[in-house]
């Protein structure tokens, strides 16, 4: 299959996605900084899971200029992860509003660390179905580094469990801008 189309369809899912989630958040009850205050949880839940969405449309855009074609199980994998990221506004916004819940934290946690898993596996798939593509055995020999945002959501989740409630939701965060950092790294040939 060609990637236009299918690059076109993933884009598409992730727009509405992005959308959806801000229709979830709620506005100030009054217009003052103490109510936007208030909000401040929801507002890093928000920022939270925006970038995670982002950094996959970011990474999948890069990715697609470098290749011209992809096969099945690439298409099967990306249904997967879109029906994954689709969760994305209903765990968000439960965190958000639960932020001290070890249930609430613990599924945030797990839909981060599933949304990375499966983006690794299609990333994976996309290097096995383009083999004699030199930008991606390249890139290939650094995917190591994907691991760097599972190890920070693995603290998060020993953090939540023994003294800080919060500490997957933190996490979470960290772990965003490393997996950002290392996929601007990649792309830049660091």
Not at 18 to 39: F, G, R
Not at 59 to 70: A, E, M, P, T, V
Not at 119 to 133: E, G, L, Q, T
Request: charge should be neutral; hydrophobic fraction near 50%.
């Amino acid at each position: 299959m060609e990637t236009n189309r299918f690059e076109t369809f993933i884009d598409a899912i992730i727009a509405i996605i992005i959308t959806v989630l801000i229709l979830k958040i709620n506005q100030p009850a009054e217009p003052t900084l103490s109510a936007i205050w208030d909000l401040r949880v929801s507002y890093l839940a928000y920022l939270i899971s925006f970038l995670t969405l982002f950094n996959i449309w970011y990474s999948n855009h890069n990715l697609f200029q470098k290749i011209d074609n992809i096969d099945n199980s690439v298409v099967w994998i990306y249904g997967i992860m879109t029906f994954i990221i689709s969760l994305v506004p209903y765990f968000t916004m439960w965190v958000a509003r639960n932020v001290e819940s070890i249930p609430a934290e613990t599924m945030f946690g797990l839909l981060f660390v599933s949304t990375h898993i499966i983006y690794i596996i299609s990333i994976k798939a996309i290097y096995r179905s383009n083999p004699y593509n030199k930008f991606l055995q390249e890139s290939d020999k650094k995917s190591f580094y994907h691991s760097g945002p599972l190890i920070m959501i693995f603290i998060g989740f020993i953090l939540t469990y023994t003294f800080y409630r919060p500490g997957i939701y933190i996490s979470c965060l960290i772990a965003i801008l490393i997996w950002i950092f290392i996929g601007w790294r990649i792309e830049n040939g660091n």
